[in-house]
């Protein structure tokens, strides 16, 4: 391909993928973004370098090569995110031309060398991995991957080639986890070569020594390696499903294999997908990354021996990932502008953060989770201790309703005390919960199996309501039936059995007493734990207060 025809293609590439995803510059911080800055900026450089070389497995999923990333964007662009967008999308277009280089070596033309490149570099089941900075790490190993496997086809007799393979495999490794199978991939391409294969054992030795390291380490949590057929099928699904887009594709993806005269773009794609078919705890499509980037090759091989079929599908293929975009687009940047309305607001009160003797979490949303927030107020106040004990801590209260950050000075609870709390109006109340209570959801808010707030008691308040939710599973985990104890001030008004489903009221007659602000608990018999939820749940709580 002369040089002219690949700056020409590789610009028009760059134009097209920037128009349809210029929005992405809308977008913000993941709570995993903020808690990788935060957390990398208390690192030195000897920290990553050491992470680097050490053939030791880490089990808190620290990868130097991911993490360094954060540690050089934080100290140039901080909380600027567009630097940080920018640099992955660059990285997604450099993995993206080794695509087509590598395709072509394997001998397909230059276009269908261009419509597997195309393939890959749109792909919707990506989305996150050029749209939020979080997925760094899978465009690393893929980018360092395909470096390794460019490098080992240039070797031949060279040994220094095949050392640059293997410090681009170790490298992979370093960026991401998945990249142990890299040597199965290469032995591939020994098999069609030379069979050289005494040159694959330090690859082989690494390999089997991270992998027995990682099955010994992760016998729990979210990267706790599952082998059962119950979890590959499970998970096969949902990449299969995703990889060609809500399984409409799955009849392309046949011909696609019937047609390639090289299908080691396909083995190699599955082999790389094989770690992530045991991990049912941490399943995203963009984690398909690597592997479609190596599918992308077969696309090539198919579009060699039917280039028209190809480019007609490859038009409809563009065309339902651009539909297919839309939905994804606007829920990120529905997402996207919480977060970054969220720290904004932190940014305004930095001074007040600075100097509060604690800080108080209660919500936050969805996309930072607690990680994030934390982190978003040790960056923008640049403290470490939270103090979130603290009698006098300042509460950062998220109303997910209104999609506002309330920031309540402790002390100050009894002078912004409300009588009743409506769940759904995204009322400022955080100051009102003195514990047992979880974040607060859309027009609810569950509390703890015991749970206490405080309130004004109006003069004229002559009852005390309740508006709770019960749901189906909660009746049937307590065998029909929930009891609700309510006290204020130390002193029972009411015992509630509750053995209906859904929104109800529950009403308690007052006698008359002195105005003022009160303590109020609420007990939950027995406690709820839902399924694949972790919490411990009291009752759902959509209203609450003086009548």
């Known amino acids: 391909m002369p040089s002219r025809r690949s700056v020409v293609f590789v610009c028009l590439i760059a134009v097209l993928f920037f128009i349809a995803n210029r929005a992405a510059y809308q977008g913000y911080f993941s709570g995993d973004d903020l808690d990788n800055i935060y957390q990398t900026s208390r690192a030195s450089a000897g920290v990553f370098a050491r992470g680097v070389v050490t053939p030791i497995f880490n089990p808190d999923n620290f990868r130097p090569v991911g993490h360094a990333f954060y540690w050089l964007m934080g100290a140039v662009a901080g909380l600027r995110f567009a630097p940080y967008l920018a640099a992955v999308q660059v990285l997604h277009g450099v993995v993206t031309l080794l695509i087509f280089v590598l395709a072509r070596k394997l001998g397909a033309a230059t276009s269908a060398a261009a419509i597997g490149a195309l393939f890959f570099v749109f792909h919707m089941a990506l989305f996150d991995a050029f749209w939020k900075p979080m997925y760094v790490f899978d465009v690393f190993c893929a980018l360092f991957a395909y470096l390794s496997v460019l490098a080992w086809l240039r070797s031949g007799n060279d040994w220094r080639w095949c050392v640059v393979s293997f410090v681009c495999f170790w490298l992979a490794y370093k960026s991401k986890e998945v990249a142990v199978m890299l040597p199965a991939v290469l032995f591939l391409l020994e ?6 294969w005494l040159r694959l054992a330090p690859f082989f030795a690494v390999s089997l020594s991270f992998g027995i390291q990682a099955l010994v380490s992760n016998q729990s949590g979210a990267y706790h390696l599952a082998l059962t057929p119950q979890t590959f099928a499970a998970t096969a699904d949902f990449y299969a499903s995703h990889a060609m887009l809500r399984k409409v594709g799955l009849l392309a993806l046949l011909t696609i294999v019937g047609l390639a005269r090289d299908r080691f773009g396909a083995v190699a794609g599955l082999l790389f997908l094989l770690p992530m078919l045991a991990l049912p705890g941490r399943l995203s499509p963009a984690y398909l990354y690597v592997p479609l980037a190596f599918v992308a090759l077969l696309v090539a ?38 977060s ?3 720290v904004a607001t932190l940014e305004r009160n930095r001074a007040e953060l600075m100097r509060a ?8 949303p969805r996309a930072l989770n607690v990680w994030g927030s934390e982190a978003a107020v040790s960056l923008v106040a640049n403290r470490e201790k939270l103090d979130r004990s603290s009698p006098d801590a300042l509460t950062l209260s998220w109303q997910p309703g209104e999609g506002r950050l309330y920031l309540f000075d402790d002390r100050l609870v009894d002078d912004r005390l409300v009588s009743y709390l409506d769940m759904s109006t995204g009322t400022p109340i955080g100051v009102a919960y003195a514990g047992g209570w979880y974040e607060p959801e859309r027009d609810l808010r569950w509390s703890k199996p015991e749970a206490r707030l405080r309130l004004l008691r109006p003069a004229t308040a002559t009852s005390f309501e309740w508006k709770i939710f019960v749901p189906a599973a909660q009746l049937k985990a307590a065998h029909g039936k929930v009891t609700l104890e309510a006290l204020i001030g130390g002193q ?4 509630f059995v509750l053995e209906a489903i859904g929104w109800q009221t529950l009403e308690a007659k007052l006698l008359v007493a002195s105005p ?3 303590d109020v608990e609420l007990r939950v018999a027995p406690s709820f734990r839902p399924d694949a939820d972790g919490r ?8 609450i207060g003086f009548k």
């Open 191 to 196: 098999y069609r070569g030379s069979r050289q």
């Open 301 to 338: 091989s198919a579009a060699e021996r039917a280039p028209k079929l190809a480019s007609l599908a490859l038009a409809v293929w563009l065309a339902f990932n651009f539909v297919e975009m839309r939905h994804l687009r606007s829920d990120a940047l529905a997402e996207a502008r919480q």
């Open 340 to 342: 970054h309305d969220y």
């Open 357 to 364: 003797p604690g800080i108080r979490f209660d919500g936050y």
């Open 492 to 495: 029972p008004i009411g015992h």
């Open 516 to 518: 003022g602000a009160v």
């Open 536 to 543: 411990e749940l009291g009752i759902a709580v959509g209203g």
